[in-house]
């Protein structure tokens, strides 16, 4: 079955590095996103990575995937204010032909404090 | 190119009631989903196309409908409007070519059911 997991809060000093953490239990997994949820809006695609990867580096984003335990992590280096938000983690099987469906964590909020 | 627009912004149905949320994509995209949002959790696939006039559900169905006439338009259909539906609404869309695949959402509708 399908079931993503995340923390449900945490709370970082505007400055400093934030991890967010995510576990997954599909092993079929191909692609791993992270997702930016501001209040009022829609979810925003932050990085993804592939399932054949261990790191991937954008600007001040890291994700670090573990594929034998199963987890992946969001790092914010440098965190600000405007990153002030909900993170999901998402999970997508191979696309065999049919739609690419998603399943998504319960969502880590995010509180930069000056 | 306004990308993925839901209509309305928020809507409060009587127990019964019966709405369609209206969702347009301007982006040329095969695949349209719907998902739901309730408080604290993350979000559920109500149904998804991947094409006009190919539809299928998601991981939670029941109590909704669509259609897809069109490559621009996924609508969704409440017939029996009940307190469980009072959500948040999304729509997405993508191009699902699969490889790392953005799923654009729209602002999201929020429904409530009294």
């Known amino acids: 079955g399908e079931d993503v997991e995340q923390s449900l809060f945490l709370s970082v000093r505007e400055g400093d590095s934030s991890v967010i953490n995510c576990t997954y239990t599909d092993s079929s997994s191909t692609y791993l996103y992270w997702y930016k949820q501001e209040p009022g809006a829609g979810l925003q695609l932050l990085t993804y990575?592939?399932?054949?990867?261990d790191m991937k580096q954008d600007q001040r984003l890291t994700v670090l995937l573990n594929k034998k335990d199963k987890h992946l992590s969001l790092r914010i280096a440098d965190t600000q204010t405007g990153d002030s938000a909900i993170y999901f983690c998402?999970?997508?099987?191979?696309?065999?032909?049919?739609?690419?469906?998603?399943?998504f964590g319960t969502g880590t909020r995010l509180q930069v404090t000056l | 190119n306004a990308g993925v627009t839901q209509t309305p912004k928020f809507r409060i149905l009587k127990i019964g009631q019966s709405m369609t949320l209206q969702c347009t994509q301007d982006?040329?995209?095969?695949?349209m989903y719907w998902y739901r949002q309730d408080p604290g959790m993350g979000l559920k696939l109500i149904y998804y196309?991947?094409?006009?006039?190919?539809?299928d559900k998601g991981e939670v169905p029941n109590g909704y409908n669509v259609s897809r006439s069109t490559t621009e338009d996924f609508p969704l259909r409440l017939e029996l409007a009940a307190p469980s539906q009072t959500s948040v609404y999304f729509c997405a869309s993508t191009d699902g070519s699969g490889r790392g695949e953005t799923q654009y959402f729209g602002p999201g509708t929020r429904l409530l059911v009294l």
């Open positions: 982006m040329n995209h095969n695949y």
């Open positions: 998402a999970e997508s099987i191979s696309n065999t032909g049919t739609a690419s469906k998603l399943t």
């Open positions: 990575i592939f399932s054949n990867m």
């Open positions: 196309s991947v094409g006009a006039g190919i539809t």
